[in-house]
C-alpha cells in the first residue's frame, strides 16, 4: 500500500495474490489513467488464468479491467483485447515479450510489476524473457517478487530488481487437516503394481500420479491407458492445445487420472481430485506441500500416498524436518517393505513368518485385502475398481517412534 518494493517468500495458496491485488486495485481506482499501469507476470497459463479470475472477483463492482496473455490462444485476439486499454495484464513472460516485439504492447506507464513463482520462471527458462520484459518498464516503478525458494538466479535477479525491498516471510505452511497424507515404503520394482493397486481401489475415483521425468509421465499414461484406465500424461514438452485437451479432459471427467511432472502441474487446480500418488518423491519439501495440497481442496477431503524407497532416507528427514512432525507410514500388504528405512517402522501386530519363496517373481502383482476378507478373484479384475487396497492395521508407524538400526 506504501508503494516500497516487497519480496515475497511464500508458497502457493498462501493467499498472496489477494494480498499484492488488493493495493493494485485500491491505487487504480485513486488514480485512473488510460492503458495498462500493472503487470503481473507468472510461469504457467494456469496461473496467469488463477490470478485473473480472482483479480476479476476482487474487482467486481469497479470498472478496472484486465488482459490475460499467454501462448497457445490467438495473439491477434490477444492485440485486439490490449487496445482496449485494460489496466492490468496478466500472462506468461514468452506472450508478453511477443507483443512487445510486435508492438502490440506498450509498458511505458506500468506502474507495478509482480513476478508470482519466480523460481519455477528460472526452472522454465524465463528469466532473460523476465529481464527484456523489465528493461521495457520505466525505471520508477513498484517491483513484488514472490518466491517459494531462493537459488541463487533469483536472489540476484531480486538484486537488480528491488530497491531496500520488504521482506515478507511467510511460516512453511503444513499441509490441510483434511488431506490424510503417508509414505508407502516400497522396492522400485513394485512401484508399478502398488500404484496400479491403489488405483483400482474402491475410493480412488480421480487421481494426479506425479513422476519425476517428463519421459516417464508420457510413458505411464499411456501404460495405464492401455491397462484400461482413462489417463492422460500432462508435461513440459506438450504443446499448448495439448496441454488445454488434457486439462479439460481431466476437468470435465473424461480422464480419471493425470499423469505429471512438476513443472507442468503448476497452478493445477481442479476439485474433488481423490488421490495424489507421488509415483516419484518430490525433490524439495516445498515441492511435496504443493503436490499434496492438489487434492483436498475446495473443503474436500483427499489422500496423497508417496512411494519411498531406501534411498529416499535423506528426502524422507529433510520433509519431516521441514514440516515438523513425522510423516504416517502406511504398509500395503504383497510389498517387500522389510528395512527399506535406516531405522525400521514398529512391527505389525501378529506379523507372519516371510516366505522365503514368496517373491521369487518380480513382475507379481501386490494382493491387497478385500473388504470384508472376501476371497481374492482368480486372476484378478480387469476392471476398473476391481481391487481395492488396503493397509495392514497396525503397520504404520510415526517416524518418532522408529529406533536406531
Not at 495458496?13 to 493495493?23: D, I
Not at 520484459?133 to 525458494?149: G, K, W, Y
Not at 516471510?169 to 490441510?176: D, K, Q, R, V
Not at 481431466?250 to 513443472?263: E, P, S, Y
Amino acid at each position: 500500500m506504501e508503494g516500497r518494493d516487497v519480496l515475497g517468500l511464500a508458497q502457493t495458496g498462501t493467499g498472496k495474490t489477494a494480498a499484492f491485488a488488493l493495493p493494485i486495485l485500491d491505487q487504480r481506482i485513486r488514480n485512473q489513467s488510460k492503458g495498462p499501469t500493472a503487470l503481473i507476470l507468472a510461469p504457467t497459463r494456469e496461473l496467469a488464468n488463477q490470478i485473473d479470475a480472482e483479480i476479476r472477483t476482487l474487482a467486481k463492482f469497479t470498472s478496472m479491467r484486465t488482459v490475460t496473455v499467454f501462448g497457445g490462444k490467438s495473439i491477434k485476439m490477444q492485440a485486439q483485447a490490449l487496445r482496449r486499454h485494460p489496466e492490468i495484464i496478466v500472462g506468461c513472460p514468452g506472450r508478453v515479450l511477443d507483443l512487445l516485439k510486435q508492438g502490440e504492447l506498450d509498458l511505458g506507464r506500468i506502474k507495478t510489476v509482480v513476478l508470482d513463482e519466480a523460481d519455477h520462471m528460472f526452472d522454465m527458462g524465463f528469466l532473460p524473457d523476465v529481464k527484456r520484459i523489465l528493461s521495457a518498464c520505466p525505471d520508477e516503478r513498484q517491483n513484488l517478487l514472490f518466491s517459494a525458494t531462493m537459488p541463487k538466479e533469483i536472489r540476484h535477479l531480486a538484486d537488480r530488481m528491488l530497491l531496500n525491498p520488504q521482506v515478507v516471510e511467510l511460516a512453511h505452511s503444513a499441509p490441510a487437516d483434511r488431506i490424510e497424507h503417508v509414505l508407502a515404503p516400497v522396492p522400485q520394482d513394485q512401484k508399478r503394481d502398488l500404484l496400479e493397486s491403489i488405483l483400482k481401489s474402491d475410493d480412488c475415483q480421480t487421481a494426479i500420479v506425479f513422476t519425476r521425468t517428463k519421459h516417464r509421465a508420457r510413458q505411464m499414461a499411456v501404460k495405464l491407458d492401455k491397462q484400461g484406465h482413462r489417463a492422460v500424461a500432462l508435461q513440459g514438452n506438450m504443446s499448448q492445445v495439448q496441454r488445454d485437451r488434457a486439462m479439460d479432459g481431466f476437468r470435465k471427467g473424461k480422464f480419471d487420472i493425470l499423469v505429471a511432472t512438476d513443472i507442468a502441474a503448476r497452478g493445477l487446480d481442479v476439485a474433488g481430485v481423490s488421490y495424489v500418488i507421488n509415483f516419484d518423491p518430490p525433490s524439495t519439501p516445498e515441492t511435496y506441500t504443493h503436490r499434496i495440497g492438489r487434492t483436498g481442496r475446495a473443503e474436500l477431503s483427499g489422500k496423497a500416498v508417496t512411494f519411498v524407497t531406501r534411498e529416499d532416507r535423506d528426502w524422507i528427514r529433510d520433509t519431516e524436518r521441514y514440516l515438523k512432525s513425522p510423516i504416517e507410514r502406511q504398509q500395503f500388504d504383497g510389498v517387500d517393505a522389510e528395512n527399506l528405512e535406516a531405522a525400521p517402522s514398529k512391527p505389525a501386530a501378529a506379523a507372519r513368518p516371510k516366505n522365503p519363496n514368496a517373491r521369487k517373481s518380480y513382475g507379481k502383482k501386490p494382493a491387497l485385502q478385500k473388504s470384508r476378507q472376501r476371497k481374492p478373484q482368480p486372476g484378478g479384475s480387469g476392471g476398473r475398481r476391481g481391487g481395492p487396497g488396503r493397509a495392514r492395521d497396525g503397520a504404520s508407524a510415526k517416524a518418532g517412534n522408529r529406533s536406531r538400526g
